[in-house]
């Protein structure tokens, strides 16, 4: 079943605002009124925010993702998900390993989340520059080809953690670093008509809210992933379903 435009609205507030669009009450959505037709193959490709650093293996965004977007399958279908992420890859480091393995070229929906580990290990922007379209356009290609099955999202702001504040001796300087490669990634996929999911503000309540962070003092928690996911899952399901 295909959504309506009108149906998406709906479950885009549902979803992730939490409001009323023409006066609907949102307990008259349910998730699986929204059905996708046949087998749902994900590819993850990033870092440490993408492994589910510092959570449990079904705790990180990913494997959240896949079990919402589970729910919405017609009966006998299935989810795949594939990860492609390691704690401390830098873009390029993720480049690599991607010439260095057959990637199927035939996913539903890729995610990409990368860049932190550039400004941590204080690589040049420019680099980030150069290999995020190249990331973005292998992202393509393992979509089927087809860039409306990509999702690029923000890097999250580590600054708002305990190790961040106690890593930098100015922590404001990390969060204009990352303001800087975010503003690249949001820029470059407007331009480009690829979809850019912000989710650095929700990192950035780490410090107020210690239950966003994980026990390592650093990466993101459980609660954290699942703020990302209903940020995410409106996205994927319009595209899952175009």
């Known amino acids: 079943m295909k959504l309506t435009y009108k149906h998406f609205l709906l479950a885009l507030c549902f979803l992730a605002l939490g409001c009323n669009p023409d006066d609907t009450s949102t307990s008259e959505l349910e998730l699986n009124d929204f059905l996708i037709s046949g087998d749902v193959k994900i590819l993850s490709l990033g870092d440490s925010f993408t492994i589910g650093e510092g959570v449990c293996n079904t705790c990180k965004?990913?494997?959240?993702?896949?079990?919402?977007?589970?729910?919405?399958?017609?009966?006998?279908?299935?989810?795949?998900?594939?990860?492609?992420?390691?704690?401390?890859?830098t873009t390029s480091d993720l480049i690599a390993e991607l010439n260095t393995n057959e990637i199927e070229t035939n996913h539903d929906l890729v995610t990409l989340l990368i860049g932190v580990n550039n400004q941590y290990q204080n690589g040049s922007f420019s680099l980030y520059e150069k290999d995020l379209p190249e990331l973005i356009e292998k992202a393509i290609k393992y979509a089927s080809g087809n860039k409306n099955n990509v999702i690029v999202i923000s890097i999250p702001d580590y600054a708002y953690t305990p190790f961040g504040q106690n890593w930098a001796s100015d922590p404001q300087t990390i969060s204009d670093d990352l303001d800087l490669y975010n503003g690249f990634a949001q820029n470059y996929c407007l331009n480009n008509d690829i979809a850019f999911v912000n989710i650095t503000d929700i990192s950035r309540q780490g410090l107020e809210n210690v239950s966003l962070v994980a026990s390592d003092d650093l990466h993101p928690s459980y609660l954290a992933h699942l703020k990302f996911v209903e940020r995410i899952l409106p996205i994927a399901i319009q595209k899952l379903n175009n």
């Open 61 to 89: 965004y990913p494997e959240i993702l896949k079990q919402k977007i589970k729910l919405q399958v017609q009966e006998n279908n299935q989810v795949m998900l594939n990860i492609i992420a390691k704690t401390g890859w």
